[in-house]
């Protein structure tokens, strides 16, 4: 199959540029022909072809739009503005630069089918072209969907041209029927998976690690965090439960790995608090985050909303449990036996909970279970045959209506 897939953000970056990424590649390892379309402020290197709308972030002198990239919430390689704060004219400009590259990507690949990433302005204009479209929801634009009803008209016709719409969760999928009128039948759930080739269990030399960072408490458990530094994310209530887990007799430490637009403000409640063994680690790519998952004791993620959570079955994949928001896809993927779910804003219960796990050597007991939990029901290799398959129903579904109308 000739399969073009798009979005409107970076391939790095965020959970939606990562699914992207893997998918392409994997698809292309089976012997499809890809093509992916995204922005960016320079153009990617992949192992397939990419061609990107260019973004304007200050920096760069290459640039299809003189504006940053625009987001639901946000991202933190953009320093631009939420979709509901552009102007009428940078609207204009983002749908005219992403039709003159999907016309051109159009002529140049041929493709069987598309795949569009998030219900969002890309599916509008596919919506004109006599090609087979589907999309995948990632969770963030459902809320800007309600909000920017500039937006709602493109983002409507978009979605309602699909073939098939994916949605990730469950939960996902009952906010797309509502948020959108959709008919039930139309959409289906293809949960994501983790590439446990990559996220896995070893053995990770932790004193060299940490003062890679120049971090000297080596000898002390960890709780880490990894994502983008938003207020979603809940950062603020991970630091105010390490006030209280930071005064047990263990004494962990506290790493948070990731960049974002509230860094500054995080820091500076962590001067507040006057915590001293807290460390901004800063944006890390995927083989850093593989090491910090392994000596990390604890994971914690205490977001307020998490559209998937693939962060959760990336630290599960590496034998390390989880505590997380009781929000979103964290609700399928975290549970009793591998780790355990809050409620968001509890920096009480977080800090109990760390202190148990910790004290209880939680990790230990549950290393093996977890990383079997997720190559049971979170493979990566499963999520792609799913998508495979679901390419395939398409097209023959297409094809049968060209057949019958010819």
């Given at each position: 199959m000739k399969i073009y897939q798009m979005m409107h953000f970076p391939l790095e970056g965020a959970g939606t540029g990562i699914y992207v990424d893997g998918l392409a590649g994997s698809l292309v390892k089976k012997g499809h022909q890809g093509r992916v379309l995204c922005?960016?402020?320079?153009?990617?290197?992949?192992?397939?072809?990419?061609?990107?709308?260019?973004?304007?972030?200050?920096?760069?002198?290459?640039?299809?739009?003189?504006?940053?990239?625009?987001?639901?919430?946000?991202h933190p390689l953009s320093k631009g503005k939420k979709f509901g704060e552009?102007?009428?004219?940078?609207?204009?400009?983002?749908?005219?630069?992403?039709?003159?590259?999907?016309?051109?990507?159009?002529?140049?690949?041929?493709?069987?089918i598309i795949h569009v990433h998030h219900g969002w302005v890309i599916a509008s204009i596919i919506a004109e072209f006599d090609i087979p479209y589907v999309i995948t929801l990632h969770g963030t634009e459902c809320q800007a969907f309600k909000n920017y009803k500039d937006y709602q008209e493109a983002v409507l016709r978009g979605i309602h041209g699909a073939e098939v719409i994916v949605a990730l969760t469950e939960d996902e999928r009952a906010q797309a029927i509502d948020a959108y009128g959709l008919d039930p039948r139309r959409i289906t759930v293809i949960k994501s998976g983790t590439d446990t080739g990559m996220f896995k269990p070893l053995d990770i030399d932790k004193k060299n690690l940490l003062r890679g960072y120049s971090i000297e408490d080596v000898d002390?458990?960890?709780?880490?965090?990894?994502?983008?530094?938003?207020?979603?994310?809940?950062?603020?209530?991970?630091?105010?439960?390490?006030?209280?887990?930071?005064?047990?007799d263990k004494k962990p430490i506290t790493l948070i790995a990731g960049d974002g637009d509230l860094r500054q403000q995080l820091e500076e409640l962590t001067r507040q608090l006057e915590l001293d063994s807290v460390y901004f680690l800063?944006?890390?790519?995927?083989?850093?985050?593989?090491?910090?998952?392994?000596?990390?004791?604890v994971a914690a993620m205490p977001s307020i909303f998490e559209a998937f959570g693939l962060v959760a079955l990336e630290a599960l994949a590496c034998g390390t449990p989880v505590i997380?928001?009781?929000?979103?896809?964290?609700?399928?993927?975290?549970?009793?036996?591998?780790?355990c779910l809050l409620k968001p804003g509890d920096y009480e219960t977080l800090a109990e909970k760390v202190i148990d796990f910790i004290r209880d050597g939680f990790k230990d007991k549950v290393r093996d279970k977890a990383v079997a939990y997720i190559r049971?029901?979170?493979?990566?290799?499963?999520?792609?045959?799913?998508?495979?398959?679901?390419?395939?129903?398409?097209?023959?579904?297409?094809?049968?209506?060209?057949?019958?109308?010819s």
């Open positions: 922005s960016d402020h320079c153009l990617p290197s992949k192992p397939y072809p990419v061609e990107a709308v260019l973004f304007s972030n200050g920096e760069n002198r290459k640039y299809d739009l003189d504006f940053d990239f625009p987001v639901f919430a946000s552009l102007s009428r004219t940078q609207r204009q400009a983002y749908f005219r630069a992403f039709r003159s590259k999907i016309e051109e990507g159009l002529s140049q690949f041929c493709p069987d002390r458990p960890i709780v880490f965090f990894g994502g983008r530094l938003t207020a979603q994310k809940g950062v603020d209530t991970l630091l105010r439960a390490a006030e209280i887990y930071s005064q047990i800063g944006a890390q790519n995927h083989e850093q985050m593989v090491k910090l998952f392994n000596v990390a004791d997380a928001g009781d929000t979103g896809g964290f609700t399928q993927i975290v549970n009793n036996e591998v780790g049971q029901n979170y493979s990566w290799d499963k999520t792609v045959e799913n998508i495979e398959n679901l390419y395939e129903q398409v097209l023959g579904h297409h094809c049968k209506e060209v057949d019958n109308g």
